[in-house]
């Protein structure tokens, strides 16, 4: 039981974590559309951060959720089995209220994750949006002024056959 009280406190640290990085993306967005250069590279950098956090985070849960288990001999474990067997436990004769504690607060835990990992996905598809559209507007700002060709890009069999921009004959 005390392997799962751990896993408890790690997913309300990842719940908070998720929460953070949720609303520094929305941020982020923010500064994407302001054009807020400097402020968008802190928030990447800060971003960066958190997503290493959430790897330590997500080992922990993964190593916490084999260990359980080994407890239980079997091969492997989700949360939502541990919610099941807690609020089986529960029922039994002796009644373990701990264990129907543990299940309903796994259970919450678990809905609110599902919630901020969908709003970050939801958000990250709309930075890739932003991002995208940024680019293609700087893009079309320099190929309109000739400050670089269209056919100017990259690898491929066609690559070493590019035209050079205004900018490298000037240079």
């Known amino acids: 039981m005390e392997n ?3 896993l408890v406190e790690v997913l309300k640290s990842q ?3 998720y ?3 949720s609303e520094l993306m929305a941020s982020e967005k ?19 951060a958190l997503l290493r956090k959430e790897r330590i985070q997500s080992e922990a849960r993964n190593a916490l959720l084999s260990k359980i288990a080994a407890e239980q001999n079997v091969a492997s474990l989700k949360i939502l089995d541990i919610i099941y067997v ?7 004769a002796e009644g373990d209220a701990e264990a129907t504690r543990i299940a309903d607060e796994l259970a919450g835990l678990c809905d609110k994750v599902t919630e901020l990992v969908a709003n970050i996905h939801a958000e990250n ?4 949006i932003l991002y995208a559209t940024n680019n293609r507007l700087i893009n079309d ?5 000739g400050l670089t060709n269209v056919s100017a890009a990259g690898y491929g069999p ?3 056959n590019r035209r050079m921009s205004s900018m490298q004959r000037v240079g």
Do not use: C, D
């Not at 923010?30 to 960066?48: G, H, M, N, P």
């Not at 807690?86 to 039994?92: F, N, P």
């Not at 598809?125 to 890739?128: A, D, G, M, V, Y």
């Open 86 to 92: 807690a609020r089986e436990k529960a029922q039994t």
């Open 19 to 21: 929460s953070e990085l």
């Open 125 to 128: 598809i709309s930075l890739k």
């Open 30 to 48: 923010q500064a994407i559309v302001s054009w807020l250069i400097e402020k968008t590279v802190e928030i990447t950098k800060r971003k960066e």
């Open 15 to 17: 719940v908070s974590l």
């Open 4 to 6: 799962i009280r751990h």
């Open 158 to 160: 066609n690559g070493g």
């Open 141 to 145: 700002f320099f190929t309109q002024s």
